[in-house]
């Protein structure tokens, strides 16, 4: 049985695979909250988009997971239809979930220095560090992407060993910079606006932000691995938000 919060997400996320209702035991029906525009509101609808799910003859791989207090982010590895990566958080209320959150696009790559968009360490090191590397990844969010300082990238990154995982980018800091400076009739192309929250477990850290990616409405989500106090990896996911109109549910992307 599982235990942890990660371990029942994952047999949560995997019964979509398995079919196993029991592990839909993890979700409160009646607070369940979800953000995901495009599903439902609550369990019935959490029940529905597995049941649809499970006719594409699914594949869910969990890559890599972690705690932060009540929260549980993961980065998931899906074949449905078509192959996806994503990001999913839950919220944590007297052990059940109660809030879910997640941002998937269409697995593409590998990027130009050959790596996948989810390869690379999974464990959560340095758990002593956690706090101080929220902290690193909440100012260099908003220093460097919302603010545009893309001059100062080199404070938070380290150039010798830095690896991305970005489809379009390669390991070259210069790469990245060249995108963040990239404009779009007069905007900068990946133009964030606002940080929604900050989850860490030691060296790892997921930011959550929102802002307009090709001047369209988008939700970046945006994993890094820290040492020494600097930015080593990145992985993301980036997804356009469809208009209010279109929702399925009111609870908003964030």
């Keep these: 049985m599982p235990t942890s919060k990660v371990d029942k997400i994952e047999a949560l996320l995997k019964s979509i695979e398995t079919g196993d209702p029991g592990s839909v035991a993890v979700v409160n029906e009646a607070r369940y909250v979800q953000h995901n525009p495009q599903t439902d509101e609550g369990s019935d609808g959490l029940a529905a988009l597995f049941k ?11 890559v890599r997971g972690f705690e932060d207090g009540e929260f549980v982010f993961a980065h998931m590895e899906y074949a449905f239809a078509s192959r996806k990566i994503c990001f999913e ?3 944590f209320e007297n052990g059940q979930a109660v809030e879910h959150w997640d941002n998937i696009q269409p697995r593409l790559g590998p990027n130009p220095s050959g790596h996948s968009m989810v390869d690379g360490p999974t464990e959560a090191l340095d758990l002593e560090l ?9 100012s260099f969010v908003e220093t460097v992407l919302v603010d545009g300082q893309s001059e100062r990238l080199t404070e938070f990154l380290d150039e010798s060993t830095f690896v991305e995982h970005n489809p379009r980018l390669a390991d070259d800091v210069t790469s990245l910079r060249a995108a963040l400076e990239a404009q779009n009739e007069g905007a900068r192309m990946i133009d964030y606006h606002r940080i929604h929250r900050v989850l860490a ?3 790892f850290v997921l930011c959550v932000s929102e802002g307009n990616l090709g001047g369209v409405h988008t939700s970046f989500y945006d994993l890094f691995r820290i040492e020494n106090s600097k930015v080593v990896e990145h992985w993301d996911t980036t997804e356009t938000i469809a208009p209010q109109c279109e929702w399925k549910n009111n609870n908003g992307k964030f």
């Design 130 to 138: 956690t706090e101080s590397n929220r902290a690193i990844i909440h």
């Design 89 to 91: 958080v839950f919220r």
């Design 201 to 203: 477990q030691g060296n």
């Design 52 to 62: 649809r799910l499970s006719k594409t003859e699914p594949r869910v791989n969990m």
